[in-house]
């Protein structure tokens, strides 16, 4: 069945080209065109395009149909082409000719974008979820850990002394940045496009602001045109925001591999989170760090192959962006996999309390010793003249007894204030 079948049979190979990944993807959305099926429904029978009974035996049976699909038992078969045409499909078997008003005042073009916008804001909000999760462990590793003294490095090499608080606490910070982004991406994906039907509304007298509240949309796209310019817009600005969620785990995945490896040896996790080697029996491997770094390597190209798909399209519908589809839909799946597997993981963590003891972090303390010297009032060129001098003879001495008191620095790391500035962004 397909919703624009005019009583002629498409090729096989073009319908399989055509139809792609749509049927396996769909599974996910069904609940989603359902949810929306169900309040246009109700916005019909509202308006009087149908009968209020009319209205009521589909809106029932739009209820049995999410069950099934909430239980797992909801298929798509090959002779469908999509979600949309299977659940009209079951409509229309159940209630006849009732089941086959649902399609009023509508376009598959409408209740794909709803759909998807659907399913982004809920799909945003988990991520959201999950990084307020992550955002904790991490804070609360930093506070355990807030006296532990670590190496800072620029260039990789030694520079300056930093802390596992200053460390943590940075990410966290970082996924406050990326909270915001998430929720410019929902607010984005929260305005109702239904009604638009093909891109340039319909002529029967529906009531878009019905559907607006029954959908729990805070706006509705106003611009009918706007609305269907919104297919493939909505996903890339819900990729943007992953895309930055994405670079500062992978960054924390990196950062991790680097330091569980021997060379350093900074953190250590249990034999459990690591994996082996096949012939080297010492190996412990940090494999689920270095697949969330690839993974999210991954995920970082996205807003760029969505802009290749769709930057050259000028308004109204293109079957081009059908494929935005397949690319949005397994990338949320990857995003939220890489959150759990990093909040699960990270919260293990166990820290190396004696870094610093080792000689060669001696001159992360140069700094410190040279600003001890301006403090004791010689000109700070000089000072680094003669701190140079004796690094280069070897007579430098190392000042540990270092004080940092500014806010975010090593002895006033900003726990509390990075914990406010997320419940802040995160409204």
Request: glycine share 6%.
């Amino acid at each position: 069945m397909k919703l624009w079948d005019k009583g002629f049979k498409t090729d096989e190979k073009i319908d399989i080209f055509t139809v792609g990944a749509d049927r396996e993807l769909d599974l996910l959305l069904a609940k989603y065109d359902v949810i929306a099926s169900r309040a246009h429904a109700q916005m019909l029978a509202s308006t009087g395009l149908i009968t209020l009974k009319e209205g009521t035996l589909l809106t029932g049976e739009l209820d049995r149909i999410e069950k099934e699909i909430d239980a797992g038992n909801f298929t798509i078969e090959d002779q469908f082409e999509d979600m949309h045409s299977k659940i009209e499909y079951l409509l229309i078997e159940e209630l006849g000719d009732t089941g086959k008003k649902i399609h009023t005042a509508r376009s598959r073009n409408d209740q794909v974008l709803v759909a998807m916008q659907l399913y982004l804001r809920e799909e945003i909000n988990s991520m959201k979820a999950l990084t307020l999760d992550l955002f904790d462990i991490l804070l609360n590793l930093a506070k355990t850990y807030q006296d532990v003294l670590m190496p800072g490095y620029t260039h990789l090499q030694v520079a300056m002394p930093s802390s596992f608080a200053l460390w943590l606490g940075a990410y966290a910070e970082s996924l406050a940045d990326d909270m915001l982004m998430l929720n410019t991406a929902h607010r984005i994906c929260d305005q109702n496009p239904l009604g638009s039907a093909a891109g340039y509304g319909s002529s029967f007298p529906i009531d878009r602001e019905f559907t607006t509240e029954a959908l729990g949309f805070a706006t509705m796209k106003y611009n009918v045109v706007a609305a269907q310019m919104g297919r493939g817009k909505v996903e890339k600005h819900t990729a943007y925001a992953m895309a930055g969620l994405a670079g500062t785990l992978g960054k924390l995945a990196m950062d991790i591999c680097l330091y569980l490896s021997q060379n350093f040896d900074f953190i250590s996790f249990p034999k459990e989170f690591t994996t082996g080697s096949s012939i080297m029996p010492h190996k412990k491997n940090p494999d689920v760090f270095e697949l969330i770094r690839g993974k999210c390597n991954k995920l970082q190209a996205l807003p760029n192959t969505l802009a290749m798909l769709t930057t050259n399209l000028p308004s109204g519908y293109h079957r081009d962006l059908q494929l935005c589809k397949e690319l949005i839909v397994p990338a949320i799946q990857e995003m939220k996999s890489c959150l759990e597997m990093t909040a699960f993981s990270i919260k293990e963590m166990k820290v190396n309390t004696n870094i610093l003891e080792e000689e060669k972090y001696q001159y992360l303390f140069s700094v410190d010793t040279l600003n001890q010297m301006v403090l004791d009032g010689i000109p700070f060129r000089e000072a680094y003249r003669q701190m140079g001098e004796s690094i280069d003879k070897g007579t430098y001495t190392p000042h540990r007894d270092i004080h940092h008191t500014h806010t975010g620095s090593i002895g006033k790391p900003a726990l509390q204030e990075i914990r406010n500035k997320m419940k802040r962004f995160s409204e």
